[in-house]
């Protein structure tokens, strides 16, 4: 791996179009198969278009399902913010500092990569699938991003026992953004609705046992 530049581009995929959007699975494979030498973090981000959003979202929340030591969700969480609050000011894909966008890694580690991915996505796929997608337009795109944003933030506050299920919602929304399913969406905004209430009573009963003490 290095910084250099990537020496093939590869086109990218308009997901604002009527069809069907591609398959992460395939669109991924497709990637591999097409890029050069050495394919970079801009490459991705432009090949999954406005789709990068939910895919970001999902690999910055599948850290934080992981058993950790105390304090390290602080720090997993944070890209889970940067990538929210850009749907929040109405970014149309995910924008990454140059550093990370130059970032290259071989294409035989991609290729490895994606085969290790692709079976997980393509069993999630038989049953996430783009139907009753709600969310288009600039404005509910933003609110989804709102709502991202607070579980976001929900992870990276240092609540005992209220990282998981908030980065669990964020990892099926991400699934959900990028397939465009509306039923993953809902089941995603179910959890963290639920999470966000369990993290408001932990934060409550911990002020409540506070007072009392103090």
Same mark, same amino acid.
């Given at each position: 791996?290095?910084?250099?530049? #990537?020496?093939?581009?590869?086109?990218t995929?308009?997901?604002?179009?009527?069809?069907?959007?591609?398959?992460?699975?395939?669109?991924?494979?497709?990637?591999?198969?097409?890029?050069?030498?050495?394919?970079s973090?801009?490459?991705?981000? *432009?090949?999954?278009?406005?789709?990068?959003?939910?895919?970001?979202?999902?690999?910055?929340?599948?850290? *934080?399902?992981?058993?950790?030591?105390?304090?390290?969700?602080?720090?997993?969480?944070?890209?889970?913010?940067?990538?929210?609050?850009?749907?929040?000011?109405?970014?149309?894909?995910?924008?990454?500092?140059?550093?990370?966008?130059?970032?290259?890694?071989?294409?035989?580690t991609?290729?490895?990569?994606?085969?290790?991915?692709?079976?997980?996505?393509?069993?999630?796929?038989?049953w996430?699938?783009? !139907?009753?997608?709600?969310?288009?337009? #600039?404005? !509910?795109?933003?609110?989804?991003?709102?709502?991202?944003?607070?579980?976001?933030?929900?992870?990276?506050?240092?609540?005992?026992?209220? *990282?998981?299920?908030?980065?669990? #919602?964020?990892?099926?929304?991400?699934?959900?953004?990028?397939e465009?399913?509306? *039923?993953?969406?809902?089941?995603?905004?179910?959890?963290g609705?639920?999470?966000i209430?369990?993290?408001?009573?932990?934060?409550?009963?911990?002020?409540?046992?506070?007072?009392?003490?103090?």
């Open positions: 791996m290095s910084h250099q530049s #990537a020496i093939a581009s590869v086109p995929v308009n997901a604002g179009t009527k069809r069907a959007p591609e398959k992460l699975s395939e669109l991924l494979e497709r990637l591999a198969r097409e890029s050069g030498e050495r394919i973090m801009r490459e991705i981000a *432009n090949a999954l278009d406005d789709r990068s959003f939910g895919a970001f979202l999902l690999v910055f929340a599948l850290p *934080n399902l992981i058993p950790l030591p105390p304090g390290a969700t602080m720090v997993l969480g944070l890209p889970m913010v940067f990538v929210a609050w850009q749907m929040v000011i109405g970014y149309q894909k995910v924008w990454l500092p140059r550093a990370l966008a130059d970032y290259t890694m071989e294409r035989a991609f290729l490895r990569m994606v085969a290790r991915v692709s079976p997980w996505l393509r069993s999630a796929e038989t996430v699938r783009p !139907r009753n997608w709600p969310l288009d337009g #600039a404005i !509910r795109e933003r609110l989804f991003g709102i709502f991202a944003l607070i579980l976001a933030v929900t992870c990276v506050l240092p609540i005992p026992f209220g *990282n998981w299920l908030p980065a669990f #919602a964020v990892a099926i929304l991400g699934v959900a953004h990028t465009r399913d509306g *039923n993953c969406l809902a089941l995603g905004c179910l959890f609705i639920i999470s209430a369990i993290a408001t009573l932990v934060v409550t009963a911990t002020g409540a046992l506070l007072s009392r003490l103090f």
